[in-house]
């Protein structure tokens, strides 16, 4: 059975929402904040989320804007507000859809069972993930080349990126700042190597929290560097 999250601050929409919904045989979830329904939506297995704009503790555009940073569900942004700027923005920040209220309850089973059968083909077709690398708090993107620490994007240079990758992917493993070089720079190290230390530095500046006492990338004094797992 699939399950749906609403996120809906005013009780007797949501209430109206879910049994309709539930008469198409979804499984329904409701939150009645933004805060604990993005909590909700980032924790559950949910196979679409309908969005209300205006909500206590964080509105739509921010719990929207999390849910697209960590997960790639259908999300269907609900609101009274008419404004093409707001619908603007609700797509802009990875809403699927936009719906204004006031709408038929079967306007939007039909909608959500749309948007569902859109996704079981996209995912279906064999369409190919992102290559991901996910260590605790830090995904690397390699498909599109970006990097998130706890959901928020860091921008990384082409070497930056390439080096913590490479050590990413060879994790409890030391290297040389020799063999760093040869490996990112495809060159020989002679008198260069200091570049390795810069770039190491850059990238720890982006990607820990306490620089001075790194949770990733550790140092192997006289040696060289170890990415930690």
Not at 36 to 48: H, M, R
Not at 55 to 82: N, Q, T, W, Y
Request: charged share 30%; with cysteine.
């Amino acid at each position: 059975m699939s399950k749906i999250l609403i996120v809906e601050d005013e009780e007797a929409i949501a209430d109206l929402e879910k049994d309709y919904l539930e008469l198409s045989d979804f499984e329904v979830t409701i939150e009645n904040r933004g805060d604990t329904g993005l909590q909700t939506a980032l924790s559950g297995d949910f196979d679409l989320v309908i969005l209300d704009l205006m909500l206590p503790g964080m509105d739509g555009f921010e719990v929207c804007r999390h849910i697209r940073e960590k997960k790639d569900v259908p999300v269907l942004m609900v609101s009274a507000k008419k404004d093409d700027i707001d619908k603007i923005r609700g797509l802009g920040l990875g809403a699927d859809d936009y719906i204004t209220k006031p709408f038929s309850p079967s306007e939007l089973v039909a909608r959500v069972k749309a948007h569902m059968a859109r996704y079981s083909r996209l995912v279906g077709s064999g369409q190919k993930q992102n290559d991901m690398v996910e260590i605790r708090g830090l995904k690397i993107d390699k498909t599109a080349r970006r990097v998130y620490v706890d959901g928020v994007e860091k921008n990384f240079t082409t070497k930056e990126f390439d080096l913590l990758t490479f050590l990413a992917e060879n994790p409890n493993h030391v290297f040389t700042k020799e063999e760093l070089f040869r490996k990112i720079w495809n060159m020989d190290s002679i008198g260069d190597i200091a570049t390795v230390t810069v770039h190491i530095k850059k990238i720890r500046e982006k990607i820990e929290f306490d620089t001075s006492n790194p949770q990733y990338i550790e140092t192997i004094w006289g040696v060289g560097y170890r990415f930690k797992v």
